[in-house]
T-cell receptor, first 116, second 110 residues
Framework: GQQLNQSPQSMFIQEGEDVSMNCTSS?????WLWYKQDPGEGPVLLIA?????ELTSNGRLTAQFGITRKDSFLNISASIPSDVGIYFCAGQPTFAGGTSYGKLTFGQGTILTVHP | NAGVTQTPKFQVLKTGQSMTLQCAQD?????MSWYRQDPGMGLRLIHY???????DQGEVPNGYNVSRSTTEDFPLRLLSAAPSQTSVYFC?????????FGPGTRLTVL
């Protein structure tokens, strides 16, 4: 099946630093989503990207949909302790003649630790 | 709205036992999905549904059954639990591309 490679696997940063993580795929996706998961909780949607080349911000978060439709990155600026968690990219595949809603392919996750 | 709810939150089974993980949503979403989460592997799709009465397999469907008799409910059944099914299970729903997740069920099979 389709796979997403997410990197880095983990990051240890100081409060105030900027963070960057990315996902790449061998297949084309028509939607990229970025989620954050806190311990013991389900993933929460942060940003959704729908068009190749799209750059979208949500507060201190910025994400881009790669122009090849095979990659995406997420940046977090001026990190704070509550940014700690696992960040996942997810792609919605393209199927000819049918909907792909309800089917997401996830990256392995980036574990973010922020030291005060 | 309660969003996506899952029960139970924790469950311990013995090998060979059966059980049903419950999932419900009150957002009138057409699309519902079940994922499992294992360390270092992200979330993997088990089964999904595009509407009441319609289900299909995802990436890792073996050992799991689903049905969708109503828009609101999408239960996941384990007919004969195996230790390899020890995992955290998440249900999700969506109207279109943006999926919303429940809080998860942590299942241990001994």
């Amino acid at each position: 099946g389709q796979q997403l490679n997410q990197s880095p696997q983990s990051m240890f940063i100081q409060e105030g630093e900027d963070v960057s993580m990315n996902c790449t795929s061998s297949s084309i996706f028509n939607t990229w989503l970025w989620y954050k998961q806190d311990p013991g909780e389900g993933p929460v949607l942060l940003i959704a990207l729908y068009k190749a080349g799209e750059l979208t911000s949500n507060g201190r978060l910025t994400a881009q949909f790669g122009i090849t439709r095979k990659d995406s990155f997420l940046n977090i600026s001026a990190s704070i302790p509550s940014d700690v968690g696992i960040y996942f990219c997810a792609g919605q595949p393209t199927f000819a003649g049918g909907t792909s809603y309800g089917k997401l392919t996830f990256g392995q996750g980036t574990i973010l630790t922020v030291h005060p | 709205n309660a969003g996506v709810t899952q029960t139970p939150k924790f469950q311990v089974l013995k090998t060979g036992q059966s059980m049903t993980l419950q999932c419900a949503q009150d957002m009138n979403h057409e699309y519902m999905s079940w994922y499992r989460q294992d360390p270092g592997m992200g979330l993997r799709l088990i089964h999904y549904s595009v509407g009441a009465g319609i289900t299909d397999q995802g990436e890792v469907p073996n050992g799991y059954n689903v049905s969708r008799s109503t828009t609101e409910d999408f239960p996941l059944r384990l007919l004969s639990a195996a230790p390899s099914q020890t995992s955290v299970y998440f249900c999700a729903s969506s109207r279109d591309k943006e999926q919303f997740f429940g809080p998860g069920t942590r299942l241990t099979v001994l």
